[in-house]
């Protein structure tokens, strides 16, 4: 019966056109020049329409069978600048509800552009020369926070440099530099508690520094002796540290977005005044697990900040080979999680946004999106070497020109908070304790044959016992073939 | 009317009637808690996991349920049915679909001190988590120096069901039992689903429990010691299921069930055969299978999974290693074909051992030494 009703219909619709003379060829113009009056419509259509749960205008589009594909989604009572202006008692803009919510048609076939050209803008509080924006609505910082927060950024430069320098000269076997990303490292940390949870990729040692890991703790783990946080388990640079809510470095990548929504919904059901952060770089967007981790967070509501450094390299892979959207930020709104664009070369913004995303998280319980824009200065790790891949001028200018340490310490000696004199003695004296944590480092004895069993389980189970007392029977009756610098 | 017809919903939202044409599936599914006169109570494997998880829940505040229609819609196979409605959405998560993303989350959250109970809706899609579950969960307690333990659980079914298809019917028993760090379960019997759930629930590494679909409607004898809400199975320790004298027979999940009428069937012709129930595939209880085999001189491994790099091989290996001197035949090994899982019910049957397959390799171990 229904069937029969809408064909019968359609013919009086597609006549009562003809006789208005609004058929063309183009279904596009059919769209723009009819005049949906709900009196130009046959009775019976109207009968027929209100009847069911589709409204006038949806019935009349299945007719023609085109599809229109609106250029924004708006509420019934939005309007758009490119939306088409019918006359005032048309009725076609109406609204569906949806599974998922009320959708606005329009009759424009417009698809949104894929492409790139309106950018997300950047915020940023000091320009190249340290010098604050004036009409900028950044919360004020202390001198005693900004000497901190400037100490570090020069305490994790040195402590980079110097630690490169002992893996070539082999005393390490490999090492990873944080270079050109100071500002994200300890600004950030910064804007943060001591209580709330890190989970990190493998940039950000800066973090723990700010909260209090020691030099002479970075060059243990480096150098897996026996007071490695970590018992010596893992490669340099995988640090760990449950006293500063700091979890272990893992190698995969971007794994550890999806944990810290796992634990942050933990922190959820606890009801902390606390979240969670986790880092993780351009490349690490890409992945499975970060769509998945941010699609969960929106739909499990929970306080997390996910910081993205954009640092423009994932090894030799460029942006433009990594995605083609704008940047990261524009995705936190597909998932629908707020975001924001921030300067990460411009410590005060940094450490603004941050500290604003954090009050967000908690107080609304909600992800937040932060796309840190910045420049990975050095190579990928001691494994690379990042001029075979990009020109030694575009590494130069972002080393000389946009380095984040300049810029920040400009800002505090125009406040009269730094000088030379402080800059050299607090270098030198860096420069010190770092080659001397490493000395101490290297003579320190490796850890015991036990922790190569323990921990595999909470219990070492039957065959691990077994293996190690094997293990520790055949080094007794072959010492010379094991080193002698691993404690039994 | 011999065959069974259920509603395959862990096809991902495919529906096939299925005709049980297995001679096992005769026994009618018992409804949860009937009691007989004799007060031995009988329970379905999927009322024992039920309650399992139940009485956890209510025990321990950090323990939550999550995966995908583990909530509204009761389980894909009713094993979480009416947790939703004791405990609400925040214990019972519904997620959407991303192994990888849920499993990510659950580590997360057992990072951080929470007991998740990860469901897969069968393990074949444990695959799409399954770094997670070995890179995230199995190595972090080692790799951070034992700072981050990671007490979680992933169950679900494994290996074949009926008429699934091939990626629906991998067992997984060897993958996650090559792998440090992870415990294996394999539960037979209601007993078994009960107190090794709760002891995985309870334990404080990461727990791999692999159910089996078929075996969810079968009913088992359960004793009041089994129903006590604070009974757990000791991990790591097999069951002699039927004690022999002249044949071992390891076997575990479905298996079981199946060398247990083998050795009705062996029992006839003479062979007395002796079944152990593993219970855990890691770790191994070597000592049990060992003894077993010193005291019958023979071994015949059973299971589902593939023959190449299986628990069967692990298990000869272990008693070569440890036993040689007492095997008077060499090890039978009895596995799935070497092929992916065909649909076609006759040819799925040919794909998997079969009682009569077991009967005839106990009988080649007991005469090949002449």
């Known amino acids: 019966m229904a069937s029969s009703c809408l064909t019968k219909s359609k013919t009086l619709i597609i006549n009562n056109l003809k006789s208005n003379k609004l058929l063309t060829n183009h279904t596009s113009s059919i769209a723009h020049n009819v005049p949906l009056t ?17 409204t006038p205008s949806v019935f009349f589009n299945r007719c023609f069978n085109s599809v229109y594909v609106g250029r924004r989604l708006h509420s019934a009572t939005s309007v758009s600048n490119d939306a088409v202006q019918f006359p005032a008692e048309a009725s076609f803009s109406q609204v569906l509800d949806y599974p998922g919510g009320k959708v606005t048609f329009t009759p424009k076939l417009t698809f949104t552009s894929g492409s790139t050209d309106e950018r997300i803008p950047c915020y940023r509080l000091l320009n190249d020369n340290g010098q604050q924006v ?7 910082i202390r001198k005693e926070l900004a000497v901190k927060m400037y100490s570090d950024m020069v305490t994790l430069q040195v402590m980079d440099t110097i630690f490169y320098e002992a893996q070539r000269q082999g005393r390490i076997s490999f090492y990873a530099t944080t270079t050109g990303e100071e500002a994200i490292n ?53 640090y760990g540290s449950k006293k500063h809510n700091y979890f272990t470095i893992a190698s995969t990548v971007a794994t550890q977005i999806p944990h810290a929504v796992g634990a942050a919904y933990s922190l959820k059901m606890e009801n902390q ?14 992945t499975g697990d970060f769509h998945a981790a941010l699609n969960f967070a929106a739909v499990m509501e929970v306080p997390v900040i996910f910081f993205c450094r954009n640092n423009g390299w994932a090894i030799s892979t460029p942006i433009n080979d990594q995605f083609r959207s704008d940047g990261i930020v524009v995705k936190g709104k597909a998932y629908g999680v707020p975001s924001i664009r921030v300067d990460g070369n411009d410590a005060l913004a940094v450490y603004s946004a941050v500290h604003q995303a954090r009050k967000m998280a908690i107080q609304e319980q909600t992800p937040v999106l932060i796309e840190a824009m910045t420049y990975r200065t050095g190579h990928h790790s001691t494994s690379d070497d990042s001029t075979k891949y990009r020109s030694i001028d575009e590494i130069e200018w972002w080393r000389d020109d946009q380095n984040p340490v300049k810029r920040f310490r400009k800002f505090i000696e125009n406040k009269g908070w730094w000088s030379d004199e402080t800059e050299s003695e607090h270098r030198s004296n860096i420069r010190k304790q770092v080659s001397q944590a490493i000395q101490v480092a290297e003579r320190i004895e490796k850890p015991p044959i036990a922790d190569m069993f323990s921990d595999v389980y909470d219990v070492p189970p039957k065959n691990l016992v077994e293996q190690e007392a094997f293990v520790r029977k055949i080094i007794k009756k072959h010492a010379n073939d094991y080193p002698s610098d691993v404690p039994m | 009317m011999l065959g069974i017809i259920k509603q395959k919903v862990g096809a991902r939202g495919l529906t096939a009637p299925v005709f049980g044409d297995y001679m096992q599936k005769l026994s009618p599914v018992a409804s949860a808690m009937r009691d007989f006169s004799s007060a031995t109570k009988k329970m379905t494997v999927r009322d024992a996991l039920n309650s399992a998880l139940d009485e956890e829940m209510a025990a321990d505040s950090n323990v939550f349920v999550m995966g995908e229609e583990v909530g509204e819609y009761q389980g894909a196979y009713k094993i979480t049915k009416g947790l939703l409605d004791k405990y609400g959405p925040d214990r019972v998560v519904d997620t959407p679909i991303t192994e990888a993303g849920f499993t990510g989350i659950g580590v997360g959250a057992a990072y951080h001190g929470l007991k998740p109970v990860i469901e897969f809706m069968t393990f074949n899609f444990s695959m799409q988590a399954i770094d997670h579950i070995i890179n995230s969960a199995a190595k972090s307690n080692y790799m951070s120096g034992g700072k981050i333990n990671v007490p979680i659980v992933f169950r679900g079914p494994n290996g074949a069901a009926a008429g699934v298809g091939a990626q629906h019917s991998q067992c997984y028993g060897a993958w996650y039992g090559a792998i440090p760090g992870l415990k294996v379960l394999v539960p037979y019997s209601s007993e078994d689903a009960r107190g090794l759930l709760k002891a995985a629930i309870r334990d404080p590494d990461p727990v791999v429990f692999l159910e089996n679909e078929i075996l969810y409607g079968d009913s088992f004898p359960v004793s009041q010691e089994v129903l006590d809400p604070n009974f757990c ?54 000592d049990t299978i060992n003894d077993s085999v010193r005291k019958t001189n023979r071994l015949v491994t059973v299971e589902e999974g593939f023959r190449q790099h299986g628990v069967g091989a692990e298990i000869c290996a272990s008693v070569v290693e440890d036993s040689f001197n007492y095997l008077d ?42």
């Open chain 1, 186 to 238: 300890i600004a950030s940390a910064a804007a943060l508690n001591n209580n709330d949870f890190v989970f990190p990729q493998y940039r950000e040692p800066g973090v723990l520094l700010w909260r209090g890991f020691t030099l002479q703790d970075f060059a243990n783990q480096c150098f897996g002796n026996k007071y490695d946080n970590g018992k010596g388990r893992q490669m340099p640079i995988h």
């Open chain 1, 134 to 140: 004036i009409d900028s609505d950044s919360i004020k």
């Open chain 2, 233 to 286: 199975l000791p991990i790591g320790k097999a069951k002699i299921e039927r004690q022999g004298k002249d044949v071992t027979i390891t076997a575990y999940s479905k298996m079981v069930g199946f060398a247990l009428k083998a050795a009705e069937i062996l029992e006839k012709d003479g062979i007395n055969a002796e079944v152990i129930n593993l219970r855990s595939i890691r770790p191994l209880d070597r």
């Open chain 2, 329 to 370: 035949a060499p090890v039978e090994r009895i596995a799935g074909a070497d092929v992916p899982t065909p649909y076609t019910a006759n040819l799925e049957r040919l794909a998997f051992p079969q009682i009569e397959d077991i009967v005839r390799a106990t009988k080649r171990a007991c005469y090949r030494s002449g």
């Open chain 1, 38 to 54: 709900s009196s130009s419509l046959p009775s019976s259509v109207r009968k027929f329409a209100s009847s069911s749960r589709i």
């Open chain 1, 273 to 286: 005044d606390s979240c969670v952060i986790t880092y993780f770089g351009d490349g690490g967007s890409s």
